[in-house]
């Protein structure tokens, strides 16, 4: 388990579907998909990973039923409400991705304090993705530098993709904000408007389990699947 990824991000997708399986409503996977962030957070936290990024809830998803989208906007107030002490425990940071300014007031106040909370922690980062979506990342930072660039602060030609880089949610992660190891459960093999930016290089690893499901070891598995891999960004192997 040495060369872990600096960077880890995790489309947790399959809890509607582990919770038809077993004749549940779709809530109740959400409900214990919650309980596989906490473990895959301090596992990921264990083996040394730098920031581990969790696609929880996509600009796209308001799309769903509001019952559904409602129990969603709960989930981190229960999930920071019993969960922080155990962040501060492990020294990681909350971050979140995404316009949280739609999400409801509570909601808000409990993702605020939890990064409040933490914010002195300099471990992982766990980076929370909350009413993200890449194509809105993106055309945010095409606004904010037009801006930059109408009130005369920047030339067409000073853009440089590290502009664009710089204008994106993930800023604040500096250099580690391209994942290195994407991760899809539940056999979809797509994604779905998430780090469309940052992945350009990222290796993508598709496991069948649905997120309720993975765990500790199931990361480890992506992990190794991740180090057979040879990383060439357009070069050559040996070079
Ligand atoms: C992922 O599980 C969680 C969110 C998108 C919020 P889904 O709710 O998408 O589960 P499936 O894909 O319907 O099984
Ligand atoms: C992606 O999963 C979003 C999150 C995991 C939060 P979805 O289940 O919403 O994606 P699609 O609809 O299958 O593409
Ligand atoms: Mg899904």
């Given at each position: 388990m040495d060369r872990i990824p600096a960077h880890i991000a995790i489309i947790m997708d399959g809890n509607g579907r582990w919770a038809k399986r077993r004749h549940l409503p779709r809530v109740a996977g959400h409900k214990q998909g919650m309980q596989t962030v906490k473990k895959v957070a301090i596992a990921a936290s264990d083996l040394g990973v730098k920031v581990l990024s969790l696609y929880?809830?996509?600009?796209?998803?308001?799309?769903?039923p509001a019952a559904e989208v409602n129990y969603l906007m709960q989930l981190p107030i229960r999930f920071f409400s019993t969960f922080v002490p155990d962040l501060v425990k492990h020294n990681v940071r909350v971050m979140v991705m995404g316009d949280t300014s739609r999400l409801p007031k509570a909601t808000q106040k409990a993702v605020n304090d939890a990064i409040k909370d933490t914010a002195?922690?300099?471990?992982?980062v766990l980076n929370f993705a909350l009413n993200y979506g890449g194509r809105d990342e993106i055309t945010r930072a095409v606004k904010q530098i037009a801006t930059k660039v109408a009130a005369g602060q920047l030339k067409p030609d000073e853009i440089t993709e590290q502009t664009i880089s710089d204008h994106l949610m993930s800023a604040p992660l500096g250099k580690l904000a391209d994942p290195d190891l994407l991760i899809r459960t539940s056999g979809e093999e797509r994604i779905s408007n998430f780090m469309l930016w940052q992945i350009g290089y990222s290796e993508l690893v598709f496991v069948n389990e649905h997120w309720p499901d993975f765990n500790g070891d199931s990361l480890k598995r992506a992990i190794r699947e991740f180090q057979g891999r040879h990383r060439r960004f357009g070069g050559l192997v040996n070079q």
């Open positions: 929880a809830f996509s600009t796209e998803n308001w799309k769903r002195n922690c300099d471990g992982m």
